[in-house]
């Protein structure tokens, strides 16, 4: 499992030049994600996709659990009323985790991702975010690196973990 690194560039060609030294401390490109202000050219850089600028992730979890609920919840009514048996109460929630998940990431598409939410200012001031997905072992070692060759960059942090059962 990677952890994410985020970093505040000031410009496109500080960000080009710590990809590049990312690139030869062998971080693969693919695990570089840059994110500009809407309409600017990051030339080269692998820009962030929409799985990561968007919140579809976080809705496509929520709505596919919340959707599960209420179909059980339907399946549950039709068991008690007699109309259907247990086959309808499995039918009726794969149903509803299916509707809830394709719902909800319809609307998480176009929402923006809530983890990008601090840096909002950063980037509508024209600088860029640089997110790296690294090992955990290499964290110290890629901050390490960045703050020696690239004093003009902000480190912002790691992701933090969320724990699977809180």
């Known amino acids: 499992m990677r952890r994410r690194l985020y970093f505040v560039l000031p410009d496109l060609g500080s ?3 710590t990809a590049n030294d990312l690139l030869l401390a062998r971080i693969e490109d693919r695990h570089m994600h840059f994110l500009g202000r809407r309409g600017m050219s990051l030339g080269e850089l692998h820009e962030a996709n929409f799985m990561q600028k968007s919140d579809f992730r976080h809705s496509l979890f929520l709505g596919t659990v919340l959707g599960a609920v209420g179909g059980l919840a339907v399946g549950v009514v039709l068991k008690m009323t007699g109309v259907g048996d247990i ?6 929630t794969l149903i509803g985790a ?8 319809l609307i998480g ?11 909002e200012a950063d980037i509508e001031a024209g600088r860029i975010l640089l997110m790296v ?3 955990p072992g290499r964290i110290d070692e890629v901050k390490a ?4 060759r690239h004093p ?3 480190d912002r942090g790691v992701e933090p973990l969320i724990p699977a059962f809180p």
Do not use: C, R
């Open 152 to 154: 003009e960059v902000t």
């Open 145 to 148: 690196l960045v703050a020696q």
């Open 87 to 92: 086959g309808w109460l499995i039918i009726a």
């Open 133 to 135: 997905d690294v090992p």
């Open 15 to 17: 960000a080009i030049q």
């Open 109 to 119: 598409i176009s929402a923006p991702n809530q983890k990008l939410k601090p840096f």
């Open 98 to 105: 299916l509707f809830g998940g394709w719902s909800s990431t």
